[in-house]
């Protein structure tokens, strides 16, 4: 059973940082591409950042330029998440999803399979 479980959500205050991971099971990380979502309450699910497969490629989201990095450890089955400078636009539903199909990743919630159950990120002071 392929299963995707974030953990590292909090309340931080602005311009403070967090740490998501992304830990995998039931199948092989590294032949999957990653990707973080996001959903605020009342708006649409917008992509943050992918990782392809076997972490040679990533594409961020404006918003995430300089701020947020993503990476990948597939010894330990999980991908992470550097949340920097937070702000609070920031807040939000953090979701990671795996996709099999493309050989570049891309930030479209569409194309991914399989999802995790999300993580409260909440930037408030």
């Known amino acids: 059973q392929l299963q995707l479980v974030e953990s590292g959500g909090d309340l931080v205050q602005p311009g403070g940082s967090l740490r998501l991971s992304c830990t995998v099971s039931g199948f092989t990380l590294d032949n999957y591409g990653i990707g973080w979502f996001r959903q605020a309450p009342g708006k649409e699910r917008e992509g943050v950042v992918c990782i392809n497969r076997r972490g040679r490629t990533t594409d961020y989201a404006e918003f995430a330029k300089g701020r947020f990095t993503i990476s990948r450890d597939d010894a330990k089955n999980t991908v992470y998440l550097q949340m920097n400078s937070l702000e609070p636009e920031d807040t939000a539903v953090y979701y990671c999803?795996?996709?099999?199909?493309?050989?570049?990743?891309?930030?479209?919630?569409?194309?991914?399979?399989?999802w995790g159950q999300g993580t409260q990120v909440t930037v408030s002071s």
């Open positions: 999803a795996a996709e099999s199909r493309s050989y570049y990743c891309n930030r479209l919630a569409k194309d991914y399979d399989y």
